[in-house]
Nanobody, 131 residues
Framework: QLQLVESGGGLVQPGGSLRLSCDVS????????MGWFRQAPGTEREGISC????????EYADSVKGRFTLSRDTAKNKLYLEMNSLKPEDTGVYYC????????????????????????WGSGTQVTVSS
């Protein structure tokens, strides 16, 4: 059974760092693209980063480029999001998600970070950036 469980959220001051983890089960890594998304109160869920099924391609939203880093450890069945230089506007619930797709996030496509392109979701972890 496919399952995603996020952890690592918390309260951090502006300029600080956090590393989120997503425990992944029920996935064959070579067949599933993975992504990180977030949702702030009163806003729509937005895509912030994704990686292709091979792990060879990673894409970032402009709002996090240069500050966030997506990585994965297939031996540990984990997906990570390293977040640096955090800003108050990074506050929200962070989700990992996946879809069985070779194409998603493997080729340039404006749909790569669209939440409704992903089929399976974790329950999220809260990140609050505040002084």
């Amino acid at each position: 059974q496919l399952q995603l469980v996020e952890s690592g959220g918390g309260l951090v001051q502006p300029g600080g760092s956090l590393r989120l983890s997503c425990d992944v089960s029920g996935v064959t890594w070579g067949y599933y693209a993975m992504g990180w998304f977030r949702q702030a109160p009163g806003t729509e869920r937005e895509g912030i980063s994704c990686t292709s099924s091979s792990g060879g391609t990673i894409e970032y939203a402009d709002s996090v480029k240069g500050r966030f880093t997506l990585s994965r450890d297939t031996a540990k069945n984990k997906l990570y999001l390293e977040m640096n230089s955090l800003k108050p506007e990074d506050t929200g619930v962070y989700y990992c998600a996946t879809i069985r797709s070779w194409r998603r996030c493997n080729v340039p496509d404006p749909d790569n970070l669209r939440p409704d392109e992903y089929d399976y979701w974790g329950s999220g972890t809260q990140v609050t950036v505040s002084s």
